[in-house]
């Protein structure tokens, strides 16, 4: 529950530190509430600290509200907004279109009557539990918002790091992010690119695939790693997954290598990787390059190793849906020498080098360096927030087992672990449309990743593919649905979820 704190009870907080000011530090550091506190009122926090009686004491509550809350900027504009509203007292109107913007779900004040109109729930210290009603009857798939509260303060560092720097084109924040995404990623170099599928292009760019090459990849795969092998004039040839992870099944790659393959596209969909090591033996038999498609697997582990570190190539994506997002797009490419990472800095600027004098037949693939910033600033929470995910996994494995109805509903199995959970993908034994339909009725949102396999899209249609061509795809395209699984579901949600589909079922 996101609470902001108005400025007259932080500064009777400040004034008179006592019992009062250790219960609101207490609720923030419970975790039950997310305080904000609005840039403009850390001054006059400052001064009242400062006047006061016991100013050491004043001091130390201070920093430590200051540690628990987060400070929310108010832009120029909030500030003169707030000043041409007459109507209203000026901290009051600031504090009104902050807690709007934001979307708090209420107000913590000394006095709440000034706010009695604003419909938000405003309540004292003494009474903040009566306002507080924790909302689980609607569930997201994703509430990017929810989690500013964490991240905010250290994202806007970032960025106006670079607005005030002038640095907008690569720069430090694209190198520091670089070289904490090899190290995370247990890989030499890294380099950022503008999207994940120019992550893919670039990579096969980088291996000169082209008309008259193969490349062997799933179809049952966001568009992106099909397509790109398409835009470079090379065939995509598609192999069938294995149910039990959705991923290319290695069996059945062999038997599609003919002389003009050149690489294996591995997916790691939905945050599992694919089975590596027979892929890695294939590769090597017949001299092919892997490009993992690594765009949805950040931090995902096979045999203790991390997705991006298997191929010559591990392609990320930063689109704000993936475990680190960005506030745009962006993306980064893994790799394990030297030279490649030279020739993929090189084809990045068009393929110069020097400047102006141009080696390769590049483009402009540099990743923004606002949102290298953005997702520096992100990469610190990520192992927290996979951790939440793989809890939020099992909660519900125990509550679709606790249902009973494991029946109609298969769950994602973790064969290889440590799966990420980008997505958390269930096979709906029954008409899964209609559950979707059921469940949006019921505010719980869903999707469904990806309902045509690729190769029953129509641009792919001269491949020649026909329905039942590959058949564990299809059936995955026409049976799976994504819950919501984010770090930012809590368990009543999950409960409300279940509930819901034990509902529809009964
Ligand atoms: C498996 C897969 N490959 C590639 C991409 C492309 O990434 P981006 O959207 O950053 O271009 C995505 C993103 O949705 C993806 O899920």
Known sequence: MQYLFHTDLLIDLIENPSISSDKALAICRSGAVQGWVLSATVPLLVQAARRSNHPEKAQQTLKELLSALSILTQTANDLLQSIADESTDFEVALALAAAKEIKVDGI????????????????????????????????????????????LN????????????????????????????????????????????????????AEGIGPGDEVVTTPYTFFATAGCISRLGATPVFVDIEPTTFNIDPELIVQKITAKTRAIIPVHLYGQCADMDPIIEIAKQHNLVIIEDAAQAIGAEYKFRRAGSFGKYGCFSFFPTKNLGGFGDAGIITVQDEATRDKLLTLRMHGSKPKYYHKYIGGNFRIDALQAGVVLAKLKYLES??????????????????????ENISLPQEIFPRHVYNQFIIQVNGNRDDLRTFLGENKIATEVYYPVPLHLQECFSDLGHAEGSFQNSEQMANNTLALPISQEVTLKQQEYVVKTIKSYFS
């Open 108 to 151: 913590l004040a000394l006095d709440p009557k000034p706010f009695a109109a604003s419909g938000i729930p405003t309540g004292t210290l003494e009474n903040w539990e009566e306002i507080h009603t924790e909302k689980s009857d609607s569930v997201a798939l994703l509430n990017i918002p929810i989690g500013y509260h964490e991240i």
């Open 154 to 205: 250290d994202v806007e560092a970032n960025m106006n790091q670079v607005i005030r720097s002038g640095y907008f084109i690569l720069g430090p924040q694209v190198e520091k992010l670089e070289s904490a995404i090899a190290n995370y990623c247990g890989c030499d170099y890294a380099v950022g690119v503008s999207s994940g599928t120019d992550a893919l292009l670039l990579a096969m760019m």
């Open 385 to 406: 927030w996979t951790e939440k995910r793989r809890t939020n996994a099992q909660n519900y494995h125990r509550l679709f087992k606790d249902s009973s109805l494991t």
